[in-house]
């Protein structure tokens, strides 16, 4: 072949593949890019987005997905000029911060009606849309029980025992949200004054606060600690992949939180915001969130993913969000004086 | 007509004056050196002249152009540094003809006008060496070929042959001073060497403390020296301290001297008495002959070509000074450590200085 | 009329030339990207210092309120303490092996040398990691430290592994610089060789020795990613700023803190600065260069002392590669590569890693351009002196600040609706130039000291020639620094693979990079899988490493030529 006959081929499928480039970009172009902002699972994401797809063909979602805490700062950090189309997936607590600051547009999504009730905001048109609660639960190794003879708890009570001295995990509530949470609910079941007592006295036996919520089921699953009290669904794939803990939920009650679908105030494409929100309200998103989380805002959706605590719904306390927000600083502060102060030597 | 007029030329940094009301000409095709101890500002005035650090007041004209506010790239100079400057990256040929490429000249003339200058400065074959294969010396000459590449109306040389070992520095001397004198081109060249500037100069401009304390020929500057601070740093020079009698005569410790007549400075002024250690007499000395005084001989130096003895007046405290004998001298009149004899000191051959 | 004549005339102002102009427009150009780049979005977080949650102006009440915490002097303890701790540990350490390097006869020197950067190209993710494995309550040496590693133990000794090359680079240059001549005077003046080290080489190296110091104690203050992952309970300044910002959304507290972080580092980078002017008339003597001639009892103690250390590195790393194979830490240790397989554990995938290297050359090359160019115009620009000042204050702020409060400046400063530049916000692009800004001051110092070195009066003879000053950038001063400027992309590259505390704020949903993958797949559980990122982005930094040594010697050094004798 000819140095020219190369030439023209190469000018041929260069331009086919422009053409080609050309043809997709318009493809692409009828489609409504929504920018979603989330704190869901990895493992998640494409499931979720392929499900919204399919369904609404002319929609295409693009995911920004971090931890809870980094997603929260980025979307109050971002707010004089919101880049989020919608939130879908991040704690309640925070989506009704936001709300709190004008930052959310209200609508009542199609399937709304449908939801338990402490799913909503509560609002006329709802400021958020929850979608499953996730639990507080403790994650206890069995392995590693065997191997130290320690006993299985099964409330709150039994982990302030001094056989557990050093073997407990759990949230640093000043990291995380699912930390707050966590006291909140103990709080909340057993008031101000006793929680304080409790918490005295499990600070004797937690070895160390974590700056994640994942972390402490993630570090029991690992035999890294005895029991870590964190995010359930985090110990029930750890267990699914093989690690040997249990989940306990505690007879007393425990804390939990949401998560819930928003759309962002200032969104340009407020029409397709609106149908993700309707969609991720349907008994068919409710389905998909079933996979994963024990319970969820679908009261007619039965689901139970593997391994995940049987009884966790009924024992939810009945913590009232606006006052968690509203002594969430209080709190805290309370929370750092007592215990992150003085923890430091102990490390040592 | 001048090719340089500086005039009230100062330099001040805050409070310390670098130079100070400094007003020069220099002739066309003449070869100037600034003269003086480190820190006597006589790098300051040639970058001054360059406009690499320009003066805070004062003109500068360059053949009656006012080129006091140029920038350096638009005033007319070549200039070599103590460092050489050299571009280590480049060719010789490359540094050589680094001025004449910007200047859109057609390749082959840039390469002949190289060629002519390498040549010049007699290193024909070393164009496609870098610079790190040659010598000092050979660097040196390089950096002048370039600085005179685009025949620049005034060359600046910055202490050029300071880096360099004593037999190069001789041999480039005078290879430079050549090809001054070939080309006419007008030069300025800073040294703290006096030997280098009363070799190579036509003019000298003596400086310190960012003052100029004289102008003139070689010839003037050494038999001449129009300040004590001139006689010091030039050559050798005893200095006598004596009072002024007469506007003739300077009393030392007891001694008169004849000497020329003195109108700037009023009898009974403290004054320095010089003379220039080869000026002493001390052969055939007739015996009306002034000055005439007896010394001891307290030391001898042997320096090569000549000694250099210290001599103690006699019937003095500890007034002294040095001669320098020829070594017949030495042998004709049988000088040694302790040897008395009588010396003259010309009075054409005294200066005198305010103390 | 004329006014009271001055009996002075009058003072000159010199007129400047195209190349002035130029130079100064460049300077004040530069100044204004910095500004851009640095100054403003740095401002725009730390101003909320002095702001209450909803923006209202509140003086320094956020202030008062931080300094009555008493956890405060804990955390500002604890970071003092471990930040001394490791440099004391860590320059020592350095210095030793650095002094094997350059003034000893070591077998497979190379590999030594190779073995003390590999710590660069990690994420401060890995060493966390490895410990974990290493010392964790399930650990291979569990028990060995007498206590958890989680805290204080923990932090010191991955800071040690993270810090070390830093500080070694730098010893190796000191140590490099010394006068054969100094220690043959000391040979014939009969000195013991310990009369000689105490004598001749620590001093020759005291300003090197300065400033790993300062490095080592910058990094340890500013750095969050170890003590987040390793330092349990342990909490420092850096932690502090994670709670407030990223715990509480608290970004004013988080403005505070990061001023109170600013502190330390900027009074250490201020004593560095007075140490590197005077190092700057240390450099010009003219030494003749060391080459160390064998001696056994010596090579052999300090071959032994290299291998220890060596393989102190190799175990942390070879730990996260194992860890990276594992199926199920610590209950199924079978080996498997699925863990490489990163589409099962993040959506994007393999894609987050190419987002990095394109993201890590972007920066290099649009880093080390501005870098040296800025530095260039900064060195060489006549005069100017109030406008030079500020660019090198600007260039000098990034190293003292922590990537949280960058990042968070970033969305401040870029987001805002007003701001014309904010259509680079959510791009590539943002994730490039932060980058940049992050490790501006070592590329800028980089990039000046090695303008410094070069004949100051080459602009003088250019200018006296007629030729502009941009060709001789072109033709003689870039060509002459060709190997720094290198060492700044190669250093831009490295550090745009593994940062994570800025650019975690400033990825969009087609921009995550494999560093901040790595850190959220850890903190889904998949430890492996995390190690397996880490290990990736190793063997791509140390890769492209070799790649510039190699070029280095072979093609490389037939351009440069000029530099042989």
Same mark, same amino acid.
């Given at each position: 072949?000819?140095?020219?006959?190369?030439?023209?081929?190469?000018?041929?499928?260069?331009?086919?593949?422009?053409?080609?480039?050309?043809?997709?970009?318009?493809?692409?172009?009828?489609?409504?890019?929504?920018?979603?902002?989330?704190?869901?699972?990895?493992?998640?994401?494409?499931?979720?987005?392929?499900?919204?797809?399919?369904? %609404?063909?002319?929609?295409?979602?693009?995911?920004?997905?971090?931890?809870?805490?980094?997603?929260?700062?980025?979307?109050?950090?971002? #707010?004089? %000029?919101?880049?989020?189309?919608?939130?879908?997936?991040?704690?309640?607590?925070?989506?009704?911060?936001?709300?709190?600051?004008?930052?959310?547009?209200?609508?009542?999504?199609?399937?709304?009606?449908?939801?338990?009730?402490?799913?909503?905001?509560?609002?006329?048109?709802?400021?958020?849309?929850?979608?499953?609660?996730?639990?507080?639960?403790?994650?206890?190794?069995?392995?590693?029980?065997?191997?130290?003879?320690?006993?299985?708890?099964?409330?709150?009570?039994?982990?302030?025992?001094?056989?557990?001295?050093?073997?407990?995990?759990?949230?640093?509530?000043?990291?995380?949200?699912?930390?707050?949470?966590?006291?909140?609910?103990?709080?909340?079941?057993?008031?101000?004054?006793?929680?304080?007592?409790?918490?005295?006295?499990?600070?004797?036996? @937690?070895?160390?606060?974590?700056?994640?919520?994942?972390?402490?089921?993630? =570090?029991?699953?690992?035999?890294?600690?005895?029991?870590?009290?964190?995010?359930?669904?985090?110990?029930?794939?750890?267990?699914?992949?093989?690690?040997?803990?249990?989940?306990?939920?505690?007879?007393?009650?425990?804390?939990?939180?949401?998560?819930?679908?928003?759309?962002?105030?200032?969104?340009?494409?407020?029409?397709?915001?609106?149908?993700?929100?309707?969609?991720?309200?349907?008994?068919?998103?409710?389905?998909?969130?079933?996979?994963?989380?024990?319970?969820?805002?679908?009261?007619?959706?039965?689901?139970?993913?593997?391994?995940?605590?049987?009884?966790?719904? #009924?024992?939810?306390?009945?913590?009232?969000?606006?006052?968690?927000?509203?002594?969430?600083?209080?709190?805290?502060?309370?929370?750092?004086?007592?215990?992150?102060?003085?923890?430091?030597?102990?490390?040592? | 007509?001048?090719?340089?007029?500086?005039? +009230?030329?100062?330099?001040?940094?805050?409070?310390?004056?670098?130079?100070?009301?400094?007003?020069?000409?220099?002739?066309?095709?003449?070869?100037?050196?600034?003269?003086?101890?480190?820190?006597?500002?006589?790098?300051?005035?040639?970058?001054?002249?360059?406009?690499?650090?320009? =003066?805070?007041?004062?003109?500068?004209?360059?053949?009656?152009?006012?080129?006091?506010?140029?920038?350096?790239?638009?005033?007319?100079?070549?200039?070599?540094?103590?460092?050489?400057?050299?571009?280590?990256?480049?060719?010789?040929?490359?540094?050589?003809?680094?001025?004449?490429?910007?200047?859109?000249?057609?390749?082959?003339?840039?390469?002949?006008?190289?060629?002519?200058?390498?040549?010049?400065?007699?290193?024909?074959?070393?164009?496609?060496?870098?610079?790190?294969?040659?010598?000092?010396?050979?660097?040196?000459?390089?950096?002048?070929?370039?600085?005179?590449?685009?025949?620049?109306?005034?060359?600046?040389?910055?202490?050029?042959?300071?880096?360099?070992?004593?037999?190069?520095?001789?041999?480039?001397?005078?290879?430079?001073?050549?090809?001054?004198?070939?080309?006419?081109?007008?030069?300025?060249?800073?040294? /703290?060497?006096?030997?280098?500037?009363?070799?190579?100069?036509?003019?000298?401009?003596?400086?310190?403390?960012?003052?100029?304390?004289?102008?003139?020929?070689?010839?003037?500057?050494?038999?001449?020296?129009?300040?004590?601070?001139?006689?010091?740093?030039?050559?050798?020079?005893?200095?006598?301290?004596?009072?002024?009698?007469?506007?003739?005569?300077?009393?030392?410790?007891?001694?008169?001297?004849?000497?020329?007549?003195?109108?700037?400075?009023?009898?009974?002024?403290?004054?320095?008495?010089?003379?220039?250690?080869?000026?002493?007499?001390?052969?055939?000395?007739?015996?009306?002959?002034?000055?005439?005084?007896?010394?001891?001989?307290?030391?001898?130096?042997?320096?090569?070509?000549?000694?250099?003895?210290?001599?103690?007046?006699?019937?003095?405290?500890?007034?002294?000074?040095?001669?320098?004998?020829?070594? %017949?001298?030495?042998?004709?009149?049988?000088?040694?450590?302790?040897?008395?004899?009588?010396?003259?000191?010309?009075?054409?051959?005294?200066?005198?200085?305010?103390? | 009329?004329?006014?009271?004549?001055?009996?002075?005339?009058?003072?000159?102002?010199?007129?400047?030339?195209?190349?002035?102009?130029?130079?100064?427009?460049?300077?004040?150009?530069?100044?204004?990207?910095?500004?851009?780049?640095?100054?403003?979005?740095?401002?725009?977080?730390?101003?909320?210092?002095?702001?209450?949650?909803?923006?209202?102006? &509140?003086?320094?009440?956020?202030?008062?309120?931080?300094?009555?915490?008493?956890?405060?002097?804990?955390?500002?303890?604890?970071?003092?303490?471990?930040?001394?701790?490791?440099?004391?540990?860590?320059?020592?350490?350095?210095?030793?092996?650095?002094?094997?390097?350059?003034?000893?006869?070591?077998?497979?020197?190379?590999?030594?040398?190779?073995?003390?950067?590999?710590?660069?190209?990690?994420?401060?993710?890995?060493?966390?990691?490895?410990?974990?494995?290493?010392?964790?309550?399930?650990?291979?040496?569990?028990?060995?430290?007498?206590?958890?590693?989680?805290?204080?133990?923990?932090?010191?000794?991955?800071?040690?592994?993270?810090?070390?090359? /830093?500080?070694?680079?730098?010893?190796?240059?000191?140590?490099?610089?010394?006068?054969?001549?100094?220690?043959?005077?000391?040979?014939?003046?009969?000195?013991?060789?310990?009369? &000689?080290?105490?004598?001749?080489?620590?001093?020759?190296?005291?300003?090197?020795?300065?400033?790993?110091?300062?490095?080592?104690?910058?990094? @340890?203050?500013?750095?969050?990613?170890?003590?987040?992952?390793?330092?349990?309970? !342990?909490?420092?300044?850096?932690?502090?700023?994670?709670?407030?910002?990223?715990?509480?959304?608290?970004?004013?507290?988080?403005?505070?803190?990061?001023?109170?972080?600013?502190?330390?580092?900027?009074?250490?980078?201020?004593?560095?600065?007075?140490?590197?002017?005077?190092?700057?008339?240390?450099?010009?003597?003219?030494?003749?260069?060391?080459?160390?001639?064998?001696?056994?009892?010596?090579?052999?103690?300090?071959?032994?002392?290299?291998?220890?250390?060596?393989?102190?590195?190799?175990?942390?790393?070879?730990?996260?590669?194992?860890?990276?194979?594992?199926?199920?830490?610590?209950?199924?240790?079978?080996?498997?590569?699925?863990?490489?397989?990163?589409?099962? !554990?993040?959506?994007?995938?393999?894609?987050?890693?190419? +987002?990095?290297?394109?993201?890590?050359?972007?920066?290099?090359?649009?880093?080390?351009?501005?870098?040296?160019?800025?530095?260039?115009?900064?060195?060489?620009?006549?005069?100017?002196?109030?406008?030079?000042?500020?660019?090198?204050?600007?260039? !000098?702020?990034?190293?003292?600040?922590?990537?949280?409060?960058?990042?968070?400046?970033?969305?401040?400063?870029?987001?805002?609706?007003?701001?014309?530049?904010?259509?680079?916000?959510?791009?590539?692009?943002?994730?490039?130039?932060?980058?940049?800004?992050?490790?501006?001051?070592?590329?800028?110092?980089?990039?000046?000291?090695?303008?410094?070195?070069?004949?100051?009066?080459?602009?003088? @003879?250019?200018?006296?020639?007629?030729?502009?000053?941009?060709?001789?950038?072109?033709?003689?001063?870039?060509?002459?620094?060709?190997?720094?400027?290198?060492?700044?992309?190669?250093?831009?590259?490295?550090?745009?693979?593994?940062?994570?505390?800025?650019?975690?704020?400033?990825?969009?949903?087609?921009?995550?990079?494999?560093? &901040?993958?790595?850190?959220?797949?850890?903190?889904?559980?998949?430890?492996?899988?995390?190690?397996?990122?880490?290990?990736?982005?190793?063997?791509?930094?140390?890769?492209?490493?070799?790649?510039?040594?190699?070029?280095?010697?072979?093609?490389?050094?037939?351009?440069?030529?000029?530099?042989?004798?």
């Amino acid at each position: 072949m000819t140095i020219f006959a190369t030439m023209r081929r190469a000018a041929v499928l260069g331009g086919v593949a422009l053409a080609a480039i050309a043809i997709s970009g318009a493809a692409f172009a009828q489609k409504t890019k929504l920018t979603v902002y989330t704190a869901i699972e990895n493992e998640q994401l494409d499931p979720f987005k392929k499900a919204f797809e399919a369904d %609404n063909p002319t929609i295409e979602i693009a995911w920004v997905r971090d931890s809870t805490g980094v997603m929260t700062a980025k979307l109050i950090a971002e #707010k004089d %000029n919101p880049r989020a189309d919608v939130i879908w997936g991040l704690a309640a607590s925070s989506v009704g911060l936001m709300a709190g600051m004008g930052m959310i547009e209200p609508y009542t999504p199609a399937n709304a009606a449908a939801l338990k009730p402490i799913f909503k905001s509560g609002k006329s048109p709802e400021t958020w849309v929850g979608m499953d609660a996730f639990l507080a639960v403790v994650c206890f190794n069995t392995a590693e029980a065997k191997k130290g003879n320690k006993p299985t708890p099964t409330s709150w009570a039994d982990l302030i025992k001094p056989e557990y001295k050093d073997s407990i995990v759990m949230p640093n509530p000043a990291s995380s949200g699912t930390g707050y949470l966590t006291i909140a609910g103990w709080l909340t079941i057993m008031g101000e004054e006793a929680g304080w007592k409790f918490m005295d006295a499990l600070h004797q036996n @937690v070895s160390q606060y974590l700056h994640s919520g994942s972390a402490p089921c993630v =570090q029991a699953a690992k035999g890294e600690r005895l029991i870590g009290i964190g995010f359930d669904m985090r110990g029930a794939t750890e267990k699914t992949k093989g690690a040997p803990i249990d989940l306990i939920v505690p007879k007393e009650g425990l804390g939990w939180e949401m998560e819930a679908t928003a759309i962002v105030k200032g969104t340009k494409n407020l029409d397709a915001a609106k149908k993700l929100a309707d969609w991720a309200s349907s008994p068919k998103a409710n389905e998909l969130y079933g996979k994963y989380y024990a319970i969820v805002a679908n009261p007619t959706v039965k689901s139970m993913p593997p391994n995940y605590p049987a009884d966790g719904e #009924k024992l939810m306390a009945k913590v009232d969000v606006d006052w968690m927000a509203k002594n969430r600083e209080r709190i805290l502060a309370e929370w750092t004086k007592r215990y992150d102060g003085k923890s430091a030597p102990k490390a040592k | 007509m001048s090719h340089l007029e500086v005039r +009230n030329l100062s330099k001040r940094y805050g409070d310390f004056t670098a130079l100070g009301d400094i007003s020069l000409d220099i002739a066309e095709g003449e070869f100037v050196c600034f003269l003086g101890p480190s820190g006597c500002g006589k790098t300051t005035l040639l970058r001054a002249i360059a406009g690499l650090d320009p =003066q805070s007041s004062g003109t500068i004209h360059q053949k009656g152009r006012d080129i006091s506010a140029l920038p350096p790239s638009k005033r007319d100079f070549g200039i070599v540094f103590q460092s050489y400057a050299l571009f280590p990256n480049l060719t010789v040929v490359d540094n050589v003809g680094y001025g004449l490429v910007s200047r859109r000249e057609g390749k082959a003339a840039v390469g002949r006008r190289v060629t002519e200058l390498l040549t010049l400065v007699g290193l024909p074959d070393a164009g496609p060496k870098y610079p790190a294969q040659l010598s000092g010396g050979q660097q040196q000459r390089v950096a002048l070929a370039r600085a005179l590449a685009t025949s620049p109306g005034l060359l600046l040389l910055d202490e050029p042959l300071s880096a360099l070992d004593a037999r190069v520095r001789l041999r480039l001397r005078h290879e430079i001073k050549a090809l001054q004198r070939t080309l006419g081109v007008t030069t300025i060249m800073v040294t /703290h060497d006096q030997e280098e500037a009363l070799t190579m100069a036509d003019r000298i401009v003596v400086m310190n403390q960012g003052a100029i304390e004289q102008v003139g020929t070689p010839q003037e500057i050494y038999r001449r020296p129009a300040t004590a601070f001139v006689a010091d740093f030039v050559g050798s020079m005893n200095f006598l301290a004596g009072t002024l009698v007469a506007p003739d005569k300077v009393k030392v410790d007891g001694f008169t001297f004849d000497c020329t007549a003195q109108d700037g400075l009023a009898p009974g002024a403290k004054v320095a008495l010089c003379i220039r250690p080869e000026d002493v007499r001390v052969r055939d000395l007739p015996t009306d002959i002034a000055n005439r005084v007896a010394v001891e001989v307290a030391e001898l130096d042997f320096v090569g070509a000549f000694c250099r003895a210290t001599l103690k007046v006699q019937g003095t405290a500890d007034v002294a000074m040095t001669a320098d004998f020829s070594s %017949n001298l030495i042998r004709d009149l049988g000088v040694e450590l302790g040897r008395k004899l009588d010396v003259a000191l010309p009075p054409d051959r005294l200066r005198v200085f305010a103390a | 009329m004329t006014l009271a004549a001055s009996n002075r005339s009058p003072i000159l102002r010199v007129a400047m030339s195209r190349d002035d102009l130029m130079m100064r427009l460049g300077v004040v150009l530069f100044a204004v990207v910095l500004l851009v780049i640095v100054g403003l979005p740095l401002w725009s977080l730390l101003a909320k210092a002095f702001e209450d949650r909803d923006g209202k102006f &509140v003086g320094l009440a956020n202030y008062v309120s931080y300094f009555s915490t008493p956890a405060l002097f804990d955390s500002a303890l604890n970071s003092l303490h471990v930040a001394a701790v490791c440099t004391l540990i860590v320059v020592p350490l350095a210095f030793f092996y650095a002094y094997a390097l350059t003034r000893t006869v070591l077998p497979v020197r190379w590999l030594f040398q190779g073995i003390s950067l590999i710590p660069i190209f990690a994420p401060s993710l890995l060493p966390g990691l490895a410990l974990v494995y290493l010392f964790g309550n399930q650990g291979f040496f569990k028990g060995a430290l007498g206590g958890p590693i989680y805290g204080f133990d923990g932090i010191v000794i991955a800071q040690i592994f993270y810090c070390f090359p /830093h500080a070694t680079l730098i010893l190796v240059t000191a140590l490099t610089t010394a006068d054969a001549r100094l220690y043959e005077a000391a040979d014939a003046l009969g000195a013991s060789k310990l009369r &000689v080290f105490f004598t001749v080489t620590l001093p020759g190296a005291k300003y090197g020795l300065i400033s790993a110091a300062l490095v080592v104690f910058t990094m @340890v203050i500013t750095d969050f990613g170890i003590a987040k992952v390793i330092g349990g309970n !342990f909490n420092v300044l850096a932690t502090d700023v994670y709670k407030q910002v990223i715990g509480q959304q608290n970004f004013s507290m988080g403005a505070v803190v990061g001023m109170v972080l600013l502190a330390p580092a900027a009074i250490a980078f201020l004593v560095d600065r007075v140490v590197q002017r005077k190092q700057v008339a240390l450099l010009t003597a003219r030494a003749v260069p060391l080459i160390p001639k064998p001696k056994l009892g010596r090579d052999l103690f300090f071959t032994a002392f290299c291998t220890v250390v060596a393989a102190g590195i190799l175990v942390i790393l070879g730990m996260a590669a194992w860890g990276s194979l594992i199926k199920y830490w610590p209950y199924n240790l079978s080996l498997t590569l699925a863990n490489y397989d990163f589409t099962n !554990f993040d959506a994007s995938g393999w894609d987050s890693y190419f +987002n990095s290297v394109e993201m890590a050359v972007g920066a290099a090359v649009f880093g080390t351009t501005l870098m040296f160019v800025g530095a260039w115009l900064n060195e060489k620009t006549r005069e100017f002196y109030l406008m030079r000042g500020i660019v090198q204050f600007l260039a !000098f702020l990034p190293m003292a600040v922590p990537g949280l409060v960058l990042g968070l400046g970033y969305i401040f400063f870029f987001n805002a609706p007003n701001n014309p530049l904010n259509f680079l916000y959510a791009t590539m692009g943002i994730l490039v130039v932060n980058t940049v800004a992050h490790f501006y001051t070592v590329g800028h110092l980089t990039a000046t000291t090695a303008l410094k070195q070069i004949d100051p009066e080459f602009e003088s @003879v250019s200018a006296s020639l007629k030729v502009p000053v941009w060709r001789t950038f072109g033709r003689v001063t870039a060509p002459i620094c060709l190997p720094a400027i290198l060492d700044i992309a190669i250093y831009l590259f490295v550090n745009g693979m593994t940062t994570v505390s800025s650019v975690i704020f400033l990825y969009s949903s087609d921009t995550k990079l494999a560093s &901040v993958a790595a850190v959220n797949i850890e903190e889904s559980g998949a430890t492996a899988v995390a190690a397996a990122l880490c290990i990736v982005i190793v063997i791509t930094s140390a890769a492209v490493k070799t790649l510039h040594v190699l070029a280095d010697r072979f093609l490389l050094g037939r351009l440069q030529a000029w530099r042989r004798r």
